[in-house]
């Protein structure tokens, strides 16, 4: 059964910096790329960025390109999304989504439960 | 905005067929497999029809996909009340080197 369980949510300050991560299961972690959507209160999902199975290639979105790093622990079945220099349009819940294929262009076929963040002074 | 377009919403009585339409561009749907995804109230969202026309395992086949260029949609046949949902279509798009979503539908069942 594949899990992807989310940590490292909460409440941060404008400018402030967050490390998300999702630990894998159920599946080859290495085979596959892996990635962050976001959804903001009471508004649809945004994709955030994706990582190849490899870890070597990366993908952002406009919105978060310069502030926000993926990575990937391939020994220990983990994503990871640093966020740094948060904005109060940040606020939302990220949800890891493992990709169907090694490499980003497929779909996402499975999800976490999604972790809140939240940006406010 | 979206870079999908799809109809904020969208419902029918139990048993009806409900179709939920998703246009985009050449960049996107025209040129890459359209998804869609449901999201049930206060949950995280789930793949429903993968590559056009294709279902998971376990999703029932009152759901079915289509594409035509650049437009894909969506059809739920024999609305039920658990079809409740909001649903996104998404696709990668190869200009802007990520995936898109669109807006989402909410479907309600009358």
């Known amino acids: 059964e594949v899990l992807l369980l989310e940590s490292g949510g909460g409440l941060v300050q404008p400018g402030g910096s967050l490390r998300l991560s999702c630990a894998a299961s159920g599946f080859t972690f290495i085979n596959f790329a892996m990635s962050w959507v976001r959804q903001a209160p009471g508004k649809g999902l945004e994709w955030v960025s994706t990582?190849?199975?490899?870890?070597?290639?990366?993908y952002y979105a406009d919105s978060v390109k310069g502030r926000f790093t993926i990575s990937r622990d391939n020994s220990k079945n983990t994503q990871f999304l640093q966020m740094n220099s948060l904005r109060a349009e940040d606020t939302a819940i990220y949800y890891c989504a493992k990709d169907h294929g090694a490499v980003a262009g497929y779909y996402f076929d499975y999800w976490g439960q999604g972790t809140l963040v939240t940006v406010s002074s | 905005q979206s870079v999908l377009t799809q109809p904020p919403s969208a419902s029918g009585t139990p048993g009806q067929r409900v179709t939920i339409s998703c246009s985009g561009s050449s960049s996107n749907i025209g040129s890459n497999t359209v998804n869609w995804y449901q999201q049930l109230p206060g949950t995280a969202p789930k793949l429903l029809i993968y590559?056009?026309?294709q279902r998971p395992s376990g999703v029932p086949d009152r759901f079915s996909g289509s594409k035509s260029g650049t437009s894909a949609s969506l059809a739920i046949s024999g609305l039920q009340s658990e079809d409740e949902a909001d649903y996104y279509c998404?696709?990668?798009?190869?200009?802007?080197?990520?995936?898109?979503f669109g807006s989402g539908t909410k479907v309600t069942v009358l």
């Open positions: 998404a696709a990668w798009d190869g200009s802007l080197t990520g995936y898109v």
């Open positions: 990582i190849s199975g490899s870890g070597g290639t990366t």
């Open positions: 590559n056009k026309s």
